[in-house]
């Protein structure tokens, strides 16, 4: 008798290991981890060390989008300029010697469409050795017996690795991982961070461009966001950072509207600086021991901070865990927002 539902399961993990994309959702699915919690042979806990072993050895899940391709009657949407240097700098990318080998000795010539793309990864994910690594660390011990003492080398340790190569399919919204082998796949890998690395391009651009010859978009602006981490069961949203990758010619009201647009969609317009009052106020209290009642940190404010000085307790409680929140989960309390837990 199943004891909880797919839909349960995950709604669970998320509060543990936070947001998890749809291809690592798959990927728990598709290897019978989900049925297993679903079933009541294992434990949400027991899915959420698999998830952390899966990102320790294919990499983050969840914090790439897939960047837009061009397509030719879309110039009006991107902008002149921005179309225009994008189709230059592919043009210039067909004639390069790795893309020009790829095409020849893996796709014997004929490109693909991009529909395409997801399965032919996937087959190629069936072939060829796997390039996933298992290092074992070892710890020198000195072993005695009754004749002599020898040094013996143990495991301390293990932690998993694997080379992955980023493609997104014509519908994505998210940059797909896909642990490469040894041979075509791993090939790919290669050629996609070299002319990413050159071209400005993500390594999904690159990849898809190889396989189908469409023009990856060279954004003026990029953008990339963290997500929100979960550790030891807290959420760490005041670790969430904001990335801008920007091309010299974007001028400087550009990005300031760029930065706001940013800001907006992820939710953090309301964000507001605490004075220095309430900055110091939630350091102080954060640090009272916790066997100390309120009263007595509020009098050792009072006798430190004279000119910040409360006469109610209850108010200075108030301010104080209103102060920590702020700060710790800047997207969730603002102004006089009731507190939740």
């Known amino acids: 008798m199943k004891v909880m539902l797919a839909q349960d399961v995950r709604c669970e993990l998320e509060k543990v290991v936070g947001t998890i994309s749809d291809p690592a959702w798959n990927f728990l699915v598709e290897k019978l981890y989900v049925k297993e919690v679903e079933d009541g042979v294992s434990s949400v806990q027991d899915l959420a060390i698999t998830v952390r072993e899966y990102r320790r050895a294919f990499g983050p899940d ?3 989008r897939a960047q837009p391709m061009m397509i030719p009657d879309r110039r009006e949407m991107y902008g002149t300029n921005t179309w225009a240097v994008s189709v230059l700098a592919a043009i210039r990318a067909r004639t390069d010697t790795e893309v020009v080998g790829f095409r020849e000795q893996v796709l014997n010539g004929e490109l693909m469409n991009w529909d395409e793309v ?95 010859d469409i023009v990856p978009l060279l954004s003026p602006i990029r953008v990339t966001s963290s997500g929100e981490a979960i550790r030891d069961g807290y959420s760490i949203e005041w670790a969430k950072r904001i990335t801008l990758e920007i091309d010299p010619s974007v001028s400087p009201n550009e990005l300031v509207r760029a930065y706001q647009q940013v800001r907006l969609e992820g939710g953090h317009d309301r ?49 104080a865990v209103r102060a920590q929140a702020r700060l710790l989960y800047p997207d969730r309390f603002h102004g006089q927002t009731r507190l939740r837990s």
């Open 62 to 64: 969840s914090g790439e």
């Open 271 to 319: 964000r507001r600086r605490l004075s220095e009052k309430h900055a110091m106020l939630a350091i102080f209290t954060a640090e009272r021991p916790e066997t100390q009642s309120w009263i007595d940190t509020l009098t050792n404010w009072n006798a430190e901070r004279p000119e910040w000085r409360y006469n109610h307790v209850s108010n200075f409680r108030r301010d």
């Open 118 to 212: 997801p399965s032919w990864v996937e087959k190629q994910a069936t072939l060829g050795p796997p390039t996933t690594y298992l290092t074992l660390p070892m710890e020198q011990q000195k072993v005695r017996n009754q004749k002599f003492e020898v040094d013996l080398r143990t495991p301390s340790g293990m932690s998993f690795s694997a080379r992955v190569l980023k493609y997104a399919g014509p519908d994505d919204e998210s940059v797909r991982l896909q642990p490469t082998r040894r041979g075509p796949l791993e090939r790919l890998r290669q050629v996609s961070i070299s002319l990413a690395e050159s071209f400005a391009w993500m390594e999904s651009q690159a990849a898809v461009f190889v396989l189908t």
